[in-house]
């Protein structure tokens, strides 16, 4: 079970807004920063957002990551077709018996 | 970058396998890395996490004991040595490679099947 919950699935139409929350605590989100990844199943993952809300080169800018205390977002605006695909947040806990990099939930974005 | 996997298969339970992840196009030596897993029909699943250097080791609780990541930095090569497999262990294992905090770049996987 993971520490980090995100809605189970999201939906919109092309050129609509579209956004996925991440809910954690203060020995994740809350002292480390989040990452989000997109992915196909079957292709590899796909880094969107990293040290909370900076895009790495070639990601494009309708993907916004944000964070305030123990909550992290992802938005999608002008959703496009090709934005189909399951969407997970990830950040470190200070696990009781050592650090884990832990996973959301994960988000399918229809 | 290029994070090639190899060493999947169908395994019965109880049993081992071991996993591969060659590397390619930057300074493997330099950087952390993971092996992150997805069954089917479910989320991204974090297994293992090695330092740079191999000096740090870090588990899932339900593969502690079980699973063991290792990496050859002269071969430029990830291991995760996998044993006492169960059917829960099923999924398309993942290399991936760490920039700072986050996974930059991932493998495309290489299926596990334990049955």
């Known amino acids: 079970q993971s520490v980090l919950t995100q809605p189970p699935s999201a939906s919109g139409t092309p050129g609509q807004r579209v956004t996925i929350s991440c809910s954690g605590s203060n020995s994740n989100i809350g002292s480390n920063t989040v990452s989000w990844y997109q992915h196909l199943p079957g292709t590899a993952p796909k880094l969107l957002i990293y040290s909370d809300n900076l895009r790495p080169s070639g990601v494009p800018d309708r993907f916004f990551g944000s964070k305030s205390g123990t909550s992290a977002s992802l938005a999608i605006s002008g959703l496009q077709s090709e934005d189909e695909a399951d969407y997970f947040c990830?950040?470190?806990?200070?696990?009781?018996?050592?650090?884990?990099?832990?996973f959301g939930t994960g988000t399918t974005v229809t | 970058v290029q994070l090639v996997e190899s060493g999947g298969g169908v395994v019965q339970p109880g049993g081992s396998l071991r996993l591969s992840c060659v590397a390619s196009g930057f300074t493997f030596r330099s950087y952390g890395m993971h092996w992150v897993r997805r069954a089917p029909g479910k989320g991204l699943e974090w297994v293992a996490f090695?330092?740079?250097?191999?000096?740090?080791?870090y588990y899932t609780e339900s593969v502690k004991g079980r699973f063991t990541i290792s990496r050859d930095n002269s071969k430029n090569t990830l291991y995760l040595e996998m044993s006492s497999l169960r059917a829960e262990d099923t999924a398309v294992y993942y290399c991936a490679k760490v920039q700072s905090v986050e996974i930059d770049y991932w493998g495309q996987g290489t299926l596990v099947t334990v049955s």
């Open positions: 990830a950040t470190w806990d200070a696990g009781l018996n050592g650090p884990d990099y832990v």
């Open positions: 090695i330092r740079y250097d191999g000096s740090n080791k």
